[in-house]
Nanobody, 127 residues
Framework: QVQLVESGGGLVQAGGSLRLSCAAS????????MGWFRQAPGKEREFVVA????????YYADSVKGRFTISTDSAKNTVYLQMNSLKPEDTAVYYC????????????????????WGQGTQVTVSS
């Protein structure tokens, strides 16, 4: 089992920044990929970004490229999501998730591939 706990959400004005954290515990060695997803009210959960624990590979949704940055601290078993130039459309509950390495096209963005999920943290961007 892997336990994931997100933190760092909050209310910010458009153009502002937030940093989310996801602390992982348990059998983390079995989950080589960490991802962030988000879900806005009335919408489906969508992929935001993913990273391998080694940090060698990152994958971004087009909507956040150039604004969001994912990183890992292996010593702390923590994944960070730095969000800059936030927009009102970034408002959502952000979820951290973990999975094994996948294969094929866009495997990193598939919700069903992620075995473990955090409880989510609310991010609200005001205009």
């Amino acid at each position: 089992q892997v336990q994931l706990v997100e933190s760092g959400g909050g209310l910010v004005q458009a153009g502002g920044s937030l940093r989310l954290s996801c602390a992982a515990s348990g059998r983390t060695f079995s989950s080589r990929v960490m991802g962030w997803f988000r879900q806005a009210p009335g919408k489906e959960r969508e992929f935001v970004v993913a990273i391998t624990w080694s940090g060698g590979s990152t994958y971004y949704a087009d909507s956040v490229k150039g604004r969001f940055t994912i990183s890992t601290d292996s010593a702390k078993n923590t994944v960070y999501l730095q969000m800059n130039s936030l927009k009102p459309e970034d408002t959502a509950v952000y979820y951290c998730a973990a999975r094994r390495l996948g294969y094929g096209s866009s495997w990193y963005s598939e919700l069903k591939g992620y075995e473990y999920w955090g409880q989510g943290t609310q991010v609200t961007v005001s205009s």
